[in-house]
């Protein structure tokens, strides 16, 4: 089986290019494809995934560190996918927090950013971009050629090797060299000894395991203090 | 090509920033300002809280080779010297799956017009066209580009180059007033001389626009006719992909035939999928679709552009109607026959 990460910010248009790259990937002769959201608290995805006839499991992250809680599952989406006979699993994320990536090692990363997010948000997405093969760049439609151009440049500019492209997740447009790209890709049945290509967090406080009291003296664990500078006169 | 490793270790960031000004997106990039600029990169960071570096997710070597990585590929353009001389369209099937037997070569300076009805497969044909179908579409059509057909690799290398877009629907969404906004794509396209190719730009929009507008206006604040021109002048001018596909830019208040020249004249090829008959008749040829497949290439003759002078007298009589309408004057059977070409038709 192969697995594709596929993040990406909010809204950007991650589950409509992962519907649409499915449509490709089913053309070209690829049957039985299966998606894994990971998500914080809600979402909506997994409607639009069932009516397209596509098996999806979906898990929440809740109380519980976004990107911890995708590392510490993700072998078991690996060994579902596999029990299910999939040819191709994909698994899609909200981008996590932005401090980091769900990229694995040889795993296809893609990362998934829209034209209207403002022009300098690719330089401030982080590893989730960074990290990415595979950048996917939507809403190119309704934007300049010149702004795609420019976003283009400015994706480079954070990631000097992957493949940029753009897709149309309405008319999908684009979807069909994605799917190319991705059918090239390894199989694997787990993710034994692989490892992640950027860290998570280290940090373990009284935050994480549930404190909401305010004040030093509710701050216990790993900690890390800002400095803040007195404003110099004028 | 410069050893950009060794740059970092002999070279002062100073002088780096000054010698490629790319290079200060780099340290924006990484949150590197706090590096001692006297010295050279691999020093300052040598030099640095190893603790601060660490909490960037990075160390000295891996800062060392991003940078090298980054000036590689940002300071020459990556589609350097990206030009073609011809594409041709190689018939794949109709929607019945009945064969299409087309093969149609496609010179830069070409115009080509798309027509058919809505939904008859006009968007199909861009679509192969970008992606550079080799029978691997719905359409099974395949492309040929000067004369071969690509193999998956020269194929992934042009993607994304090939292909310019301009449409009704697109936008501008940059809060950048037009110099910025043409300064800024200049700068990604690594232009030698940004301010003269601004100013040419700049001019050739305004030609194209049917109200003037200035340097200093936002990009966003244009109006329909101002952005579409400057969206041509400027893919004229400025973008590298050798093809423009152009989706119906009929109603857009600017000079249709002017953009079309301009574009060609800047050794593009244009596929345009139109409605509008002037357009249309200025191309050398229109592709007409039919249920998903090309039924007719007609090319345009002597006697069709004919007609054209007739259809332009049309339009501008339409035209002078739209201006009269925005001064604020009467459309009254008395003011139409003043305003020309109108008189042989009945009111």
Same mark, same amino acid.
Not at chain 1, 157 to 176: E, L, P, S
């Given at each position: 089986?192969?697995?594709?990460?596929?993040?990406?910010?909010?809204?950007?248009?991650?589950?409509?290019?992962?519907?649409?790259?499915?449509?490709?990937?089913?053309?070209?002769?690829?049957?039985?494809?299966?998606?894994?959201?990971?998500?914080?608290?809600?979402?909506?995805?997994?409607?639009?995934?069932?009516?397209?006839?596509?098996?999806?499991?979906?898990?929440?992250?809740?109380?519980?560190?976004?990107?911890?809680?995708?590392? =510490?599952? @993700? !072998?078991?989406?690996? $060994?579902? +996918?596999?029990?299910?006979? /999939?040819?191709?699993?994909?698994?899609?994320?909200? *981008?996590?927090?932005?401090?980091?990536?769900?990229?694995?090692?040889?795993?296809?990363?893609?990362?998934?950013?829209?034209?209207? =997010?403002? @022009? !300098?948000?690719?330089? $401030?997405? +982080?590893?989730?971009?960074? /990290?990415?093969?595979?950048?996917?760049?939507?809403? *190119?439609?309704?934007?300049?050629?010149a702004?795609?151009e420019?976003?283009?440049?400015?994706?480079?500019?954070?990631?000097?090797?992957?493949? @940029?492209?753009?897709?149309?997740?309405?008319?999908?447009?684009?979807? /069909?060299?994605?799917?190319?790209?991705?059918?090239?890709?390894?199989?694997?049945?787990?993710?034994?000894?692989?490892?992640?290509?950027?860290?998570?967090?280290?940090?373990?406080?009284?935050?994480?395991?549930?404190?909401?009291?305010?004040?030093?003296?509710?701050?216990?664990?790993?900690?890390?203090?800002?400095?803040?500078?007195?404003?110099?006169?004028? | 090509?410069?050893?950009?490793?060794?740059?970092?270790?002999?070279?002062?960031?100073?002088?780096?920033?000054?010698?490629?000004?790319?290079?200060?997106?780099?340290?924006?990039?990484?949150?590197?300002?706090?590096?001692?600029?006297?010295?050279?990169?691999?020093?300052?960071?040598?030099?640095?809280?190893?603790?601060?570096?660490?909490?960037?997710?990075?160390?000295?070597?891996?800062?060392?080779?991003?940078?090298?990585?980054?000036?590689?590929?940002?300071?020459?353009p990556?589609?350097?010297?990206?030009?073609?001389?011809?594409?041709?369209?190689?018939?794949?099937?109709?929607?019945?799956?009945?064969?299409?037997?087309?093969?149609?070569?496609?010179?830069?300076?070409?115009?080509?017009?798309?027509?058919?009805?809505?939904?008859?497969?006009?968007?199909?044909?861009?679509?192969?066209?970008?992606?550079?179908?080799?029978?691997?579409?719905?359409?099974?059509?395949?492309?040929?580009?000067?004369?071969?057909?690509?193999?998956?690799?020269?194929?992934?290398?042009?993607?994304?180059?090939?292909?310019?877009?301009?449409?009704?629907?697109?936008?501008?969404?940059?809060?950048?007033?037009v110099r910025e906004f043409l300064l800024m794509h200049s700068k990604s396209r690594f232009c030698e001389d940004p301010e003269d190719i601004v100013a040419r730009c700049f001019e050739c929009a305004?030609?194209?626009?049917?109200?003037?507008?200035?340097m200093?206006?936002?990009?966003?604040?244009?109006?329909?006719?101002?952005?579409?021109?400057l969206?041509?002048a400027d893919t004229a001018f400025m973008s590298s992909?050798?093809?423009?596909?152009?989706?119906?830019?009929?109603?857009?208040?600017?000079?249709?035939?002017?953009?079309?020249?301009i574009?060609?004249?800047n050794?593009?090829?244009?596929?345009?999928?139109?409605?509008?008959?002037?357009?249309?008749?200025?191309?050398?040829?229109?592709?007409?679709?039919?249920?998903?497949?090309?039924?007719?290439?007609?090319?345009?003759?002597?006697?069709?552009?004919?007609?054209?002078?007739?259809?332009?007298?049309?339009?501008?009589?339409?035209?002078?109607?739209?201006?009269?309408?925005?001064?604020?004057?009467?459309?009254?059977?008395?003011?139409?026959?003043?305003?020309?070409?109108?008189?042989?038709?009945?009111?």
């Amino acid at each position: 089986m192969k697995l594709i990460t596929i993040s990406g910010p909010p809204s950007s248009g991650k589950t409509s290019v992962i519907l649409r790259l499915i449509e490709s990937l089913k053309e070209s002769g690829m049957e039985k494809i299966g998606v894994v959201k990971f998500d914080c608290l809600t979402s909506f995805d997994q409607e639009s995934y069932r009516q397209a006839g596509i098996p999806v499991e979906i898990g929440f992250s809740g109380k519980v560190c976004p990107d911890h809680f995708f590392i =510490s599952n @993700i !072998n078991d989406a690996v $060994k579902w +996918g596999v029990k299910s006979g /999939f040819d191709m699993l994909i698994t899609e994320s909200a *981008g996590l927090c932005n401090r980091c990536s769900p990229h694995i090692g040889e795993i296809p990363a893609v990362c998934v950013i829209d034209n209207l =997010s403002g @022009i !300098n948000t690719p330089r $401030k997405i +982080g590893p989730m971009l960074k /990290f990415a093969d595979y950048v996917v760049i939507t809403k *190119g439609d309704i934007v300049s050629q010149a702004e795609r151009e420019v976003f283009k440049f400015n994706v480079r500019q954070v990631n000097t090797k992957a493949r @940029i492209m753009f897709v149309n997740g309405i008319t999908g447009q684009g979807a /069909f060299m994605l799917a190319k790209h991705l059918q090239k890709s390894i199989d694997i049945t787990s993710l034994d000894d692989m490892k992640l290509r950027f860290t998570t967090p280290a940090s373990v406080c009284s935050y994480c395991t549930g404190e909401t009291r305010i004040g030093e003296e509710f701050q216990s664990g790993m900690m890390k203090k800002m400095e803040f500078h007195p404003v110099k006169e004028r | 090509m410069h050893d950009f490793y060794e740059i970092a270790e002999t070279v002062s960031i100073e002088e780096i920033l000054q010698k490629y000004p790319i290079a200060a997106d780099f340290f924006e990039n990484m949150n590197l300002g706090e590096l001692d600029q006297k010295k050279p990169l691999a020093d300052a960071l040598e030099m640095a809280d190893q603790d601060w570096i660490a909490e960037l997710g990075t160390d000295v070597d891996d800062v060392l080779e991003q940078f090298a990585d980054f000036m590689v590929a940002l300071s020459s353009p990556e589609d350097d010297v990206f030009r073609i001389g011809s594409i041709t369209i190689v018939g794949g099937t109709y929607k019945d799956g009945s064969p299409e037997d087309v093969e149609l070569t496609v010179r830069t300076g070409e115009v080509l017009s798309i027509v058919g009805p809505t939904g008859s497969g006009k968007s199909r044909l861009l679509g192969d066209i970008e992606c550079i179908a080799q029978g691997d579409t719905p359409t099974k059509r395949k492309i040929m580009i000067d004369g071969v057909f690509p193999d998956d690799e020269m194929r992934f290398e042009l993607e994304g180059q090939l292909v310019a877009q301009l449409s009704q629907n697109m936008n501008f969404v940059m809060d950048l007033s037009v110099r910025e906004f043409l300064l800024m794509h200049s700068k990604s396209r690594f232009c030698e001389d940004p301010e003269d190719i601004v100013a040419r730009c700049f001019e050739c929009a305004n030609e194209l626009a049917g109200e003037k507008f200035t340097m200093d206006v936002k990009v966003t604040q244009l109006s329909g006719g101002q952005s579409r021109a400057l969206m041509i002048a400027d893919t004229a001018f400025m973008s590298s992909s050798p093809i423009v596909l152009i989706d119906e830019i009929e109603n857009a208040g600017i000079d249709r035939k002017q953009a079309i020249k301009i574009l060609t004249k800047n050794d593009k090829i244009v596929f345009m999928s139109t409605h509008d008959p002037l357009l249309a008749l200025s191309a050398d040829k229109r592709i007409v679709i039919r249920n998903g497949g090309i039924s007719k290439i007609i090319e345009t003759t002597e006697e069709e552009r004919l007609s054209q002078a007739v259809i332009e007298k049309l339009d501008e009589t339409l035209m002078n109607i739209r201006n009269m309408l925005r001064h604020g004057e009467l459309i009254t059977p008395d003011n139409l026959q003043n305003t020309g070409g109108i008189d042989e038709i009945t009111l």
